[in-house]
C-alpha cells in the first residue's frame, strides 16, 4: 500500500516535472484508442507495401492459391491450373523450395522505394499461409532461412531500409493461417480454446516486434476471430506502453472482428478504401498497382496496372480527404520487383518531387474537391502565420482558364504552378459571384513541369 502510494506520487513529481506524463495504456479499446498517434505517419502519406512469399512461386491467379486450390470454396481456375501443371501428390508446401530468392538484392529495392517518393515501407512478414518470411523458432521448417530463400527476407530489408534512406520501417503479419492444425482446431472448438494464439501468431508478434523494431504493425487476416481470442488489446498495450518501439510505432485497425473501422491507430476499414470525403480519424488506403492482386502474378495484362493518372487521381483523393496512401508491390520469387512496377515508383517519385509539397505534411484544407469544376481536389499547408492552400487538378485544363469555385481571394492572393517559373495570373470570375479564375498560361511541351496532375499553389485566400 505504502509502495503504491509512493509510486503514485513519484508518478505525480514526474509527470509536473517532466511536463509530458506518459501514460500507460490499459487493454480495454476505450485507452487504446485514446493514444495520439505518432506525427511521423500523418505527415508521411505515401507508403510501400511489399506482398512477397510462397505464392510468389506459382504467382498465378494472387496471394490466395492456396486456399482458393484447397479451402473451402475451391476456384475452378485455380484447381485446372494446379491439375494441369503439377503431378497429383504436389503439395503447396512443395513450392517453397522454388522460392528461390536467387537475385534479392534489398538494397536496390531501398533505393527504388526511396526514389518513389514513399516515406514508409511496410513488408509481408507472413501470409495466412503461415510461411513467415524471418527465421520465425515457431515456425519449424516453414521459414524463408530453413527452407527457399535460406535468407532473413525480413531482417535483411529492415537494415537495408534503415542503413540507406530515412523511410520508415514497418510489418504485415497475418494474424490466421488457413490450414494451419491449431487454428482448424480451435476453429472448430468455437475459439473456446486458445491454443494456436498462445503457441504461434501471439509469441510471432512479440518476436517481430523485438527483433525488427518495426514502426508500424498492420495486422491482417484477422476477420475469422473475435479481439478477445487474438489477445489484441493485451498485445497493444504491450505495444505502446513497454516495446522498444512504443514511442514510434504506428497500427491498424484489423485486430478481429468488429475492430476495422473502429479501433486500432488509424482505419484501413476495406481493401482499396476511399470514402472520397473527409474523415473524423486518421484513415489509410492501401491499394494494389495490379489492380487484381498483392502478389506478384505472371498474367495480369498491361490493363491490370494502374497508370500514373489512375495513381494520382487517388493519391489527390486520399490525401485531400485525409488519408494516407498505401501502394502494393508483388515481388517475383527470384527477388525482382519487375519494371512495370519499377516504371511506377519511378514515376510516382518524379511526381513526388516536383509536388510533394501539396501532399507531404499537408492537411485537409475547407473543401476538398472543388465544389463547381470536377477532378480537382485540395490539400493546405501552414506557411508561417498563412494558410496556404493546393489545388491538385487532374486533367490539364483544355481552355486558357480555370474556373476554381472554393478558394476566395483577396487582393494580395498569389498563385503559382508548382514546377513553373513565372506566377500566374488570376481574376475574380466574370460569370460567378465567388471564386477565382486562373489564366492558364500556354506551356510549351518542354517547360511542362509534370506529365500528370498538376498542382496550383495559393497563398493569401480569404480564410
Ligand atoms: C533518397 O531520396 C532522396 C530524395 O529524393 C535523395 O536525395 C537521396 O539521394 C535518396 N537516397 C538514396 C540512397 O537513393
Ligand atoms: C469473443 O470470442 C470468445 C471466444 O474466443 C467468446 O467467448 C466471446 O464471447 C467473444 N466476445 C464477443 C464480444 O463476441
Ligand atoms: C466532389 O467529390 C464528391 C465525392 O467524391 C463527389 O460526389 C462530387 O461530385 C465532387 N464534386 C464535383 C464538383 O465534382
Ligand atoms: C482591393 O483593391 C481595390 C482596388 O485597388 C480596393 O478598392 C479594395 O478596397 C481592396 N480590397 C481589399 C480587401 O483590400
Redesign the pocket.
Known sequence: MAACRLALYLCFVSCSLSYVCSARYEPTWQSLDSRPLPSWYDEAKIGIFVYWGVFSVPSFHGEFLWWDWKGDKPVQEVVDYMQKNYPPDFTYADFASMFSAEFYNPDLWADLFNASGARYVVFNSKHPDGFTNWPSKYSFNWNSVDVGPSKDLVGMLADSIRRRTNLHFGLIYSLFEWFNPLFMQDEANG??TDNYVNSKSLPELYDIVNRYKPELVWSDCDWL??D??WKSKDFLAWLYNDSPVKDTVVTNDRWGIGCMCQHGGYLTCADRYNPGTLQKRKWENALTIDKKAWGYRREAKLEDYLTMEDLTQLIAETVSCGGNILMDVGPSKDGLIKPIYEERLRQMGQWLGVNGEAIYGTKPWSYQNDTYTPNIWYTSKKVGTETRVYAIVLDWPTSDNLYLASPSPTNATIVTLLGYPSLISWRKPASHSEGIELEIPAISSSMMPCQWAWVFAMDSLQN
Open positions: 475459439f473456446q476471430a473475435n478477445t481470442y
